[in-house]
Structure formats: C-alpha cells, structure tokens
C-alpha cells in the first residue's frame, strides 16, 4: 500500500541518485535514512537500486524485494512506486559498467512548515539551489588556507 501523499502542507521533494564503484554498496545508508526519518527531518517516499555488472546487464532491485529488505527495514514505511521504468533506464544509462546506484525520493518534511507560510503569505519560492557537499567543503579549505 502506498503511503498517503498530500499536497498540503507538504516539504519539498528530492530525487538523489548515490553511485557506488565496483558495486561496493554495504548499506551504511540505511541507519542515516533511518534516522533521518524518525527525527522528521525526511519521508522516504521511494526507494530503488539499480545494478549494472562489468558486462552490461542491468538489475534493478525496489525497497519491496525481498534481497533489500533487512538492511532497508523501516526506511520507508509503505514506499509509493514513484520511480517509472523510464526514470531508472536514464540512471542505469549514465552508470559505468561494474557499479550501482541508490536512486532515493524523499521529501524534506522538515521544510513543509515553511512552505505552508510562504504560501499563506501570498510568497513564492523564485530561486532554490542547493549546493553539493564537495563543493562547500572546497570552500571552506580554500577559506581556512587564507
């Protein structure tokens, strides 16, 4: 059964696509997600692997199927099919042969009270960026270096 999805008030939603070398995927994320969760910092909507051995063939694994089930237990408590056919094609597309992805929706529950007032307040988001890890930690090095 999928989880109840309402439009209001809502956080916003991510997709985030983590690739794994080598296939070298230990399910470290889980506990983060988790915990992510249970603090209401994020709703795990949908969750999904996607394998591509050193030959090509493709594998694609949901939160549902049984091989994922004990390291992703309570990620998402009943996770939506969100993710179509086409959307895990395009990031199987762009893996390097002999590596995986965690392809991971989530809204940012966290944000949702914010929304609702914006909203309230006849506002509009007209600009969102978000800015990789790599690149703040770049910045900051830079900025301790001076």
């Given amino acids: 059964m999928a989880p109840a999805l309402h439009a209001e008030p809502a956080g916003p939603v991510d997709v985030a696509v983590v690739a794994f070398e080598g296939n070298r995927f230990n399910g470290e994320i889980a506990p983060a997600l988790r915990d992510l969760q249970k603090a209401g910092t994020v709703r795990v909507l949908d969750l999904t692997f996607v394998r591509k051995d050193s030959d090509g ?15 992703f237990e309570r990620v998402a408590d009943a996770p939506a099919d969100l993710l179509g ?12 042969y002999d590596s995986s992805a965690a392809v991971v929706v989530r809204e940012n529950t966290w944000a949702a009270r ?27 090095t830079a900025l301790d270096g001076n």
Avoid: M
């Fill in 57 to 71: 063939p493709v594998t694609v694994v949901e939160l549902g199927d049984e091989e994922l089930g004990d390291a």
């Fill in 85 to 96: 056919d086409e959307d895990l094609r395009t990031v199987a597309e762009g893996l390097p």
């Fill in 114 to 140: 914010l929304a609702d007032a914006i909203g309230k307040s006849a506002g509009r988001l007209v600009l969102l960026e978000r800015i990789p890890r790599e690149d703040v930690e770049r910045a900051v």
